[in-house]
Structure formats: C-alpha cells, structure tokens
C-alpha cells in the first residue's frame, strides 16, 4: 500500500511528536501498518513525503477549482502569471516561459495559442531577433491574472490559516525551503 492510495484509518495511532489536537490521518494508518509488519523501518521520511504529497494533490485541485472560475487552468495561469511576474512591458520570449516553467517547446505552444485564442496574450515578432517571437499579457490578461492570484491566495490563505498561525507557518516554510534546497 503506498500513501497515495491507502485508506484513512481512525485506529492508527498518533506518532509520536504529533500534537494531541491533530487527530490521527490516512498516513498514520499507512505507517502504522509497517510498523506491524516491519518494525525495523524508520518511517518517517514516508510520512513527511506522504503528507507533502497528499496536500500538494488536495491545494492543486482547489487551485484548479479556483482558477477554473477565471476560465483557465493551472497550466495557463502559470503562463500568464510568469508573464505578470516579469514585470513591465509583461513581455517574454517562448523559450523564457518554457524554461520558467519547465515545460517542452511543444506543450508551451498549446497553452499559448489557447491564451492568445482567449485574448489573454498576443505573439508578436522579437525587434532584435528575426527568428524570433515575444510573447505579451494584453490589458484583459493582465486584469485576468491579477484577479486569479488574487483569488487562489484567498484560497490557500484560508486553508493554511485553518491549520497553523503565522509563526507556524512561516516555520514550516523555512523546513520545506531547507528540505527542497537538499534535492
């Protein structure tokens, strides 16, 4: 059984350092059962990686949900929102958005040419290389994206804010910083 897929079990029992107000969840049971079946595991790496995993996949579909309302998904918003975060004129070239957003060539042409379709972004020539385009946020991307971002910070604000106070969650982004800077 992995962690993406196990059941929750209200039977597992707490590990230990979790606080009495965070009730046993779905990883606890998966670990819980190792250590039934393999006691000589230090699970706590797959907990860790479980419950990143778990909230990773849980905020991205509320993301989705959020930035549906717009009319985009999460794919074009990072396009738009790369191209906000650029700052003025919101001017890049097709190989900058790809390689911000880790994408091929291939799979940033089909989400341009669905922002461009929904008047979004305009391609435009490069004045300094023939061979190549810019890409520009038009005034309606730029409302569009500024909305969204808006609208998806309300979202995990809320749902982080449900959890944990300021302190704790500025801590906990400082442990994931330090953990992704060790990948």
């Known amino acids: 059984m992995t962690a993406a897929t196990s059941p929750a079990s209200s039977s597992a029992p707490p590990q230990a350092g979790v606080p009495a107000s965070a009730p046993p969840d779905a990883v606890d049971a998966i670990t819980a059962q190792w250590a039934e079946v393999r006691p ?3 699970t706590v ?6 419950r990143i995993y778990r909230i990773a996949r849980a905020m991205g579909d509320r993301m989705d949900r959020e930035y549906a309302r717009f009319g985009i998904g999460r794919g074009e918003f990072d396009v738009i929102a790369t191209l906000r975060r650029s700052g003025e004129p919101y001017t890049l070239s097709p190989r900058q958005l790809s390689g911000t957003l880790m994408l091929t060539t291939g799979g940033m042409t089909g989400r341009l040419d669905k922002l461009e379709k929904a008047g979004l972004l305009v391609r435009s020539p490069d004045p300094t290389d ?4 810019r890409v520009t946020l038009t005034e309606r991307g730029l409302r569009l ?3 969204s ?3 998806g910070l309300a979202a995990q604000r809320e749902v982080l804010g449900a959890a944990l106070d300021e302190d704790e969650a500025a801590q906990l982004s400082a442990l994931l910083r330090k953990l992704l800077a060790a990948h």
């Open 40 to 42: 000589d595991l230090e």
């Open 45 to 50: 790496p797959m907990a860790v990686y479980g």
């Open 130 to 133: 023939r061979r190549g385009l």
């Open 145 to 147: 994206v500024d909305e």
């Open 149 to 151: 971002v808006t609208a």
